[in-house]
């Protein structure tokens, strides 16, 4: 696959919030923190690599999501290294919509760790056909 990871100060930025869009949201000039990109998603649950960053991961790993996602065990951001995701909890904390196609806005979201996660792709019946990731027991709020 393409796009080498890069460190958090190098993202680039969203041309219209002015953020940095992590890498499972894009790597192009011009990309956008409004939705995830599938392929990139899918990149990194294959190879294990941060969702920010697009580095490989260690343990623990954390991921960032609604309190929605986290009633569900399902979340749409690919795993992170927990310091990507306190950087972008942090960076998101003034943006007012939500964004990364994620049903709640930033100052909602929560950051859990876990050791491991399952990556599970929608079937063609799931009404949402973007995949998830669960975290495997033990995931601490
Ligand atoms: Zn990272």
């Not at 709640?104 to 998830?132: C, G, I, M, N």
């Amino acid at each position: 696959m393409d796009a080498a990871p890069r460190s958090f100060d190098e993202l680039p930025t969203d041309p219209v919030i002015g953020v940095p869009v992590p890498f499972a949201a894009g790597t192009e000039a011009g990309a956008s923190v409004r939705t995830l990109d599938v392929r990139r998603v899918t990149q990194c649950a294959l190879s294990r690599t941060c969702g920010v960053c697009g580095a490989t991961l260690g343990r623990p790993l954390a991921f960032v999501g609604t309190p929605r996602e986290l009633d569900r065990m399902a979340f749409h951001v690919p795993a992170c290294h927990v310091d990507c995701a306190e950087r972008l909890l942090a960076s998101y904390a003034d943006v007012a919509d939500p964004v990364l196609g994620l049903d709640a806005p930033p100052a909602e979201w929560l950051l859990v760790t876990t050791a491991s996660f399952e990556f599970v792709r929608p079937t063609k019946d799931d009404v949402d056909r973007r995949p998830v990731f669960e975290p495997l027991i033990p995931a601490v709020p």
